[in-house]
């Protein structure tokens, strides 16, 4: 039984993925940023976590150890708020400032740091509270929940028996000072936010490939929509344009790789170069392998001294093959005695070059 046409069989086509990047539709995973941010929190915090401590004991001391000095009045306690205050900000800026360009790294890699000019537009129909509720209630809207209701469930399992272990240790039962105490919350807290930070990338990863697949499959076209963009994309003066210019591209380079195997190359003697060669077994006439004019012209006669390929001044043939010839054709008839001319003397210039295994090429 053939496909209905209304059956989105196909993959989404570069213009429609552009339109959609445009709308602010890529990829997107939470997980994925979460992971960053927490990445970037981290590796601050091991390279700021010894002064950040430091600190942090030095105000707490000074605190605890001078609280019977403190002036029961509102202007000492601001002061001390506020001094507090600060010393807390010194320690957190730093991861704060990470987390925020971890979290920024994250969006910018998943958008391909593209910014989604549609997207900024209002969008009135987000604003309709009974399109909100149905979104709320959707079946897409479950995946978030099962992957929260998953990371809490990973945190709590990791976190728990972790803290049970804390707990039971000898060291909450003996006399030592805080700070060896404080030492071994420290790297408990750390051992912790290791484990929950690799079962996290997992699920990261399984989101943001979730997301993909997702972004696929409602990206997904009808053979027609294919066809009808096709044929709208054939009309487009730009699309034209922009064909035009590759394929001017392609022949260019393949014009340019073919100069090494000319014979001669003809100049007039800066703005125009024709490179040419015959083979007398495969070829019934000498061919037009590059010509050009100004930059390409210049660009020829390079290769060819790159390549030690003769290089020949004749203006007049030169001209007329640049005028009347075409790149991979044979020289026109009328031009092939002035041509033979040229190939003799390069034969002659040349005849180690020229001769294999004792017959001329």
């Given at each position: 039984m053939s496909e209905l046409?209304?059956?989105?069989?196909?993959?989404?086509?570069?213009?429609?993925?552009?339109?959609?990047?445009?709308r602010g539709q890529f990829p997107r995973s939470v997980e994925v940023q979460t992971v960053f941010v927490m990445a970037a929190g981290l590796t601050a915090?091991?390279?700021t976590?010894?002064?950040?401590w430091r600190r942090m004991v030095l105000t707490m001391s000074?605190?605890?150890?001078?609280?019977?000095?403190w002036p029961v009045t509102l202007d000492g306690m601001q002061g001390y708020f506020v001094g507090g205050m600060l010393t807390f900000g010194q320690c957190v800026w730093p991861v704060a400032v990470a987390g925020l360009v971890g979290g920024l790294l994250a969006g910018?890699?998943?958008?391909?740091?593209?910014?989604?000019?549609?997207?900024?537009?209002?969008?009135?129909?987000?604003?309709?509270?009974?399109?909100?509720?149905?979104?709320?209630?959707?079946?897409?809207?479950?995946?978030?929940?099962a992957v929260n209701g998953l990371k809490l469930a990973v945190v709590v399992g990791l976190s728990y028996g972790e803290v049970m272990r804390v707990l039971d240790d000898p060291i909450f039962f003996t006399a030592v000072n805080a700070a060896r105490i404080a030492e071994f919350l420290t790297s408990a807290a750390g051992?912790?936010?290791?484990?929950v930070g690799g079962v996290l990338v997992l699920i990261a990863i399984a989101d943001y490939a979730w997301q993909v697949f997702r972004m696929r499959k409602d990206m997904m076209m009808t053979k027609e929509e294919v066809k009808e963009e096709g044929k709208a994309s054939e009309g487009n003066p730009e699309v034209k344009a922009q064909q035009k210019r590759k394929r001017m591209q392609l022949a260019k380079r393949k014009m340019f790789r073919d100069v090494p195997k000319a014979d001669v190359v003809l100049v007039n003697p800066t703005h125009i170069a024709i490179a040419l060669r015959y083979d007398r077994k495969t070829m019934k006439a000498p061919v037009i392998v590059a010509k050009g004019s100004r930059l390409n012209a210049q660009r020829i006669r390079e290769i060819a001294g790159q390549h030690q390929i003769p290089i020949l001044e004749n203006k007049p043939l030169a001209r007329m093959l640049f005028k009347y010839g075409r790149v991979g054709g044979e020289i026109p008839a009328e031009f092939f005695a002035a041509v033979a001319e040229v190939l003799a003397w390069?034969?002659?210039?040349?005849?180690?070059?020229?001769?294999?295994?004792?017959?001329?090429?």
């Amino acid at each position: 039984m053939s496909e209905l046409g209304g059956d989105k069989t196909e993959q989404a086509t570069p213009k429609r993925l552009e339109e959609a990047i445009k709308r602010g539709q890529f990829p997107r995973s939470v997980e994925v940023q979460t992971v960053f941010v927490m990445a970037a929190g981290l590796t601050a915090l091991s390279f700021t976590g010894a002064e950040t401590w430091r600190r942090m004991v030095l105000t707490m001391s000074g605190v605890f150890g001078h609280l019977h000095e403190w002036p029961v009045t509102l202007d000492g306690m601001q002061g001390y708020f506020v001094g507090g205050m600060l010393t807390f900000g010194q320690c957190v800026w730093p991861v704060a400032v990470a987390g925020l360009v971890g979290g920024l790294l994250a969006g910018g890699m998943q958008s391909r740091f593209r910014t989604a000019s549609e997207a900024l537009e209002a969008q009135w129909e987000r604003v309709n509270p009974v399109a909100g509720l149905k979104r709320m209630f959707s079946v897409r809207s479950l995946m978030p929940a099962a992957v929260n209701g998953l990371k809490l469930a990973v945190v709590v399992g990791l976190s728990y028996g972790e803290v049970m272990r804390v707990l039971d240790d000898p060291i909450f039962f003996t006399a030592v000072n805080a700070a060896r105490i404080a030492e071994f919350l420290t790297s408990a807290a750390g051992r912790i936010l290791w484990r929950v930070g690799g079962v996290l990338v997992l699920i990261a990863i399984a989101d943001y490939a979730w997301q993909v697949f997702r972004m696929r499959k409602d990206m997904m076209m009808t053979k027609e929509e294919v066809k009808e963009e096709g044929k709208a994309s054939e009309g487009n003066p730009e699309v034209k344009a922009q064909q035009k210019r590759k394929r001017m591209q392609l022949a260019k380079r393949k014009m340019f790789r073919d100069v090494p195997k000319a014979d001669v190359v003809l100049v007039n003697p800066t703005h125009i170069a024709i490179a040419l060669r015959y083979d007398r077994k495969t070829m019934k006439a000498p061919v037009i392998v590059a010509k050009g004019s100004r930059l390409n012209a210049q660009r020829i006669r390079e290769i060819a001294g790159q390549h030690q390929i003769p290089i020949l001044e004749n203006k007049p043939l030169a001209r007329m093959l640049f005028k009347y010839g075409r790149v991979g054709g044979e020289i026109p008839a009328e031009f092939f005695a002035a041509v033979a001319e040229v190939l003799a003397w390069v034969y002659r210039v040349n005849r180690y070059r020229y001769y294999v295994e004792g017959s001329l090429r």
